[in-house]
């Protein structure tokens, strides 16, 4: 799962600012996984995206919450007007093709809301 | 949607032990079952899976069962050493096919030397 970069690895952000978060997939994968974990929880999927396409958001927020994997450049989970309950760890995972087992995880974002 | 329960929430052993994790699932189409160990500050590392047509799997230490009719799953690690010491997840993949699977809550394990 090396291949899989998030950075920043830690984020603090006010009440109200916005937060984002980079995700850069291992080399040749087209497709992106976002997942939020509270802590002492486990991984809530939350959107999955395809270059320039969302496939499958249904795990994210209504509001605030938005996602984007550009042709060119890391994926980018962008969360505006920052609460304190957006507070946990967010992990990308990449994989080659749709339906592989061998989705590669990074070492996640650590967001802090003061 | 899928739910996946896991048991027990933190699991203690004396090196040299096994252990066991426990899982059920809800949604009976769900086909894959990875099995993931996230150590203190990283990402989740694939371990094992195994896939509803299968019954078991063992790799070294490591090994997986499957009642696909009771809808459980259990993760076996034998002779622990304390370089398994890790939170492990259990999870299985909506029916839709691609990567959204669902975790389980967690085990943390602790291996005492």
């Known amino acids: 799962n090396a291949g899989v970069m998030q950075n920043p690895r830690h984020l603090v952000r006010r009440r109200g600012q916005e937060a984002r978060l980079r995700c850069s997939p291992v080399k040749g994968h087209s497709h992106v996984y976002w997942y939020r974990q509270l802590p002492e929880e486990g991984l809530k999927f939350m959107v999955y995206?395809?270059?320039?396409?969302?496939?499958?958001e249904s795990g994210m927020p209504k509001e605030r919450f938005s996602a984007e994997f550009p042709k060119e450049g890391p994926s980018i989970l962008r969360i505006q007007q920052v609460v304190r309950g957006d507070s946990a760890a967010y992990f990308c995972?990449?994989?080659?093709?749709?339906?592989?087992?061998?989705?590669?995880f990074g070492q996640g974002t650590r967001l802090t809301v003061v | 949607g899928e739910n996946v329960e896991q048991h027990p929430s933190t699991l203690s052993v004396q090196e040299g032990d096994s252990a066991v994790i426990k899982c059920t699932y809800s949604d009976s189409a769900s086909n894959y079952f990875p099995w993931y160990k996230q150590e203190l500050g990283k990402g989740p590392q694939l371990i094992i899976d195994?896939?509803?047509?299968?019954g078991e799997k063992k790799d070294q230490r490591i090994a997986v069962t499957l009642n696909k009719t009771a809808k459980h799953f259990s993760l076996h690690i034998t002779e622990t050493q304390p370089e398994d010491s890790a939170v492990y997840f259990c999870a299985a993949r909506f029916s839709g096919g691609y990567q959204k699977v669902t975790f389980g809550t967690g085990t943390k394990l602790q291996v005492i030397p």
């Open positions: 995972a990449s994989s080659p093709v749709q339906d592989r087992e061998d989705a590669f």
């Open positions: 195994i896939r509803s047509n299968v």
């Open positions: 995206l395809q270059k320039e396409n969302i496939i499958d």
